[in-house]
């Protein structure tokens, strides 16, 4: 046992090291090799048209460095330099495809960091009070684990005995513990910090978390998105205009007496063109994939990063997105007819087969009341009817004459409830009978009255307790006289103004009172969607809930507009009209009723939790489930944008300085006046060409970190980002080469003096 303790505690520190080196590892020969073996013409001819005209070009100053006697007129510099050109402009092809090769390295190494948690660990399988070393591979659904602390949990699973701390930096990357107890769930693959647990586990082999989100970012493609595809094309254009200059340059000094250097042409060619983009612009797309990974969202292609760069319109569920998404009850609320104790018995009654978040805290606050209602035998055994977005009702449904049966799970339950109104010596001693008799007569009022008459006349026809939104059940309960819709609709909208939600309770079509619910609005959700705004984005809140309250927590969030009462037909209408004058929306869902807007919007971000549907309709998948992290997807695809904006920027400047460099070292020899455009008072034709393509090779690396860390996004207005990146990267990207020529130049002047 001991030795199992042992093997799995070491497993999760070899884990750890290695997440932890996930990016040096990515730095192996199979980079090198994939790097080299990228070189391929045909594979550079049909995915980068720049880099297949540079390697091109080394083909021809190699072929000119074994041949170097072939023309007297094209080849006019000694061997050595057009071996020393051919070697610079290899590696400048090599580093490009270097750059893609490690990017790619990095997003394997996602998987290949969470692989190693899928490999066999031993593990205690309790079997008659007993723990049973066993491999995990054995294990099944229902089979019960104990996990000590430092051990790696074997697989996805229940806690049922137990608090501990549990780490999940390899799954959702954050640093910090999460605390676990009873009836909490555990990811396979993560590592008990503290204590020991229990767990029951709930996934067979091969269909846990873990191996869901290893699939998903397997069978996540790749395909260019349009904007590379539009600037693969703008750099095909260059380089043939290039070339064709070239070539035109070629002829017409040959006409005109010049000596033209074949190696010198191909120089300024390589120089000319925008090889810096060229050679970053598949790491850059490559990248954003990768660092959306590290938000746990997993994005089946490149499409909605791009689109998320230029999203103008967020639509934004209120619940789960905006506020936390558990609702809890806070308040009964009576109509002038009843009391509050009556509201919190129907409450409980139309809340007891509720398994929900919202349901449970409407049972725990009418348990913490002692609010039980009569006939529970009855109540627990009731058929449920279950809440959809159609109905916006749930509750319960039963015959109050019927005589039902317990089962052990239930009559336990009814036990559990007794201790709440009477002693737990009186609750565990009684039988079921007495039990019924123990509750009922803790309950009394109006409701207690009303439920015992119907069972006492022998009401055969079904009973149904309701809870839903406001003007549903006014709706159910409009042929009942009795009802004052006013009253109800004035209390509803006082608990709306304080931004809560209000629920009204009904028996059949006799509504009784409220139950108020609180949701909090997200930590920090006011900053974060002042910074979307900042950048040009429009919010909007799509809820349910009624008019007033969906204003009130809309204006609290600081949303730009609210939709309030909506359906789930409703998200579609609105993307598509946002669509049609021209805006690019981002949308969360988890719903089959959200796949259509999913599908639709430009970012469609489904929550791993939701249904296949969902999942299937959207573009990116968040395996965290947390809605919010659209407002990461959106500032990602921001900084994608500007990253590959900056770099081309950068690239189509700095340019002009190489076109100084070279042009004059070409003809200064025939025409003393080109001198004049040697500026950079460079120190001979060779060093000139020579420290102009070794800049031009070396910047690709250089900038490599730049293309895979992305530059850092700062919240702003379009206009501002433009004239900041001219500033920075056009200007920058203009005057580095000048300072970086000359220092190659001199350096080289000094060891070929």
Known sequence: MNTSKLNNKNESKNYNHNHKSSIVTAINSKVMLDSVAKLDPRYL???????????????????????????ETFVTQNQVFYIEAAIILILTAWFATFSESLSEAQARARVDSLKQLEKEVTSRRIEHGKEVVVESSHLKPGDEVKVYAGELIPRDGLVISGKTFIDESMMTGESNPVFKEKDDHVIGGTIVTTDNIIVEITAEAGKSYLDEMVGLIQNATRPKTQNEIALTILLAGLSIIFITAIGTLLFSAYFLGYNTDIATLVALLVALMPTTIGGLLPPIGVAGITRLGKYNIIAKSGKGIEAAGDCDILILDKTGTITEGSRSAIEFVPMERYTEEDVGRVAYAASIQDNTHEGKSIVDLSEERKYLPPMLEKLISAKPIEFTAETRVSGIEFIPNKIVRLDKEDEE???????????????????????????DRSSHGKIHDMLLEMEKNSLANPVRILKGSVDVILELAKSNPNVNAAELKWKAQEVSKKGETPLAIAINDEIIGLVVLKDNLKENIREKLAEVHAAGITTIMITGDNQVTAQVIGQEANVNQVMAEAKPTDKLQRVLEEQQKGHIIGMVGDGTNDAPALAKADIGLAMNSGTAAAKE???????????????????????????????TTFSIANDAAKYFAILPSMYAADNPKLAALNIMQLHNPETAILSTLIFNAIIIPALIPLSLKGIKFKAEQTQQLFVRNILIYGLGGAALPFVGIKAIDMLLSTFMR
């Open 413 to 439: 339950e009814l036990r559990n409830l007794a201790k709440t109104v009477t002693s737990q010596q009186e609750a565990e001693s009684s039988t079921l009978e007495n039990l019924e008799d123990v509750i």
């Open 617 to 647: 309709a959207a573009n990116m998948v968040d395996l965290d489930s947390d809605p919010s992290k659209i407002l990461k997807v959106v500032k990602l695809g921001k900084q994608l944008l500007m990253t590959r904006g900056a770099i």
């Open 45 to 71: 001819a049909k995915n980068n048209p720049v880099i297949f005209t540079v390697e091109l070009g080394f083909l021809v100053v190699l072929f000119i460095a074994i041949f170097p006697n072939i023309s």
